[in-house]
Nanobody, 126 residues
Framework: QVQLAESGGGLVQAGASLTISCTISGGNFGRNRMAWFRQAPGKEREFVAAIDRDGYTTFYADSVKGRFTTSRDNSRNTRNLQMNRLTPEDTAVYYC???????????????????WGQGTQVTVSS
């Protein structure tokens, strides 16, 4: 059974950086496209970023482009989301999500993903 586990969330000040990680275990989806979503209180879950099977092709929401970077580490079963110049508007629970097969046209839709982590809280104070 596929399991995803986020780690690395916390409380930081505006302008700071934070890196969160997602470890994938079970199944055989280590190379599949993986996405990051976030959900703030009272808001819908929104797409943040995704990294493709090749481990190099990435996609970002306009709100985080240029500030956030997602990557795959050498183990191929961990994905990272480096977040720079954080603002209070980035405060949310961050989730990683996995297919098994997600086409590009649906990449930003939470319903396209079958497997989710438990989420990690990121809080940015002003």
């Amino acid at each position: 059974q596929v399991q995803l586990a986020e780690s690395g969330g916390g409380l930081v000040q505006a302008g700071a950086s934070l890196t969160i990680s997602c470890t994938i275990s079970g199944g055989n989806f280590g190379r599949n496209r993986m996405a990051w979503f976030r959900q703030a209180p009272g808001k819908e879950r929104e797409f943040v970023a995704a990294i493709d099977r090749d481990g190099y092709t990435t996609f970002y929401a306009d709100s985080v482009k240029g500030r956030f970077t997602t990557s795959r580490d050498n183990s191929r079963n961990t994905r990272n989301l480096q977040m720079n110049r954080l603002t209070p508007e980035d405060t949310a629970v961050y989730y990683c999500a996995l297919g098994p097969s997600v086409i590009t046209s649906r990449m930003r839709e939470p319903s396209a993903y079958a497997y989710w982590g438990q989420g990690t809280q990121v809080t940015v104070s002003s």
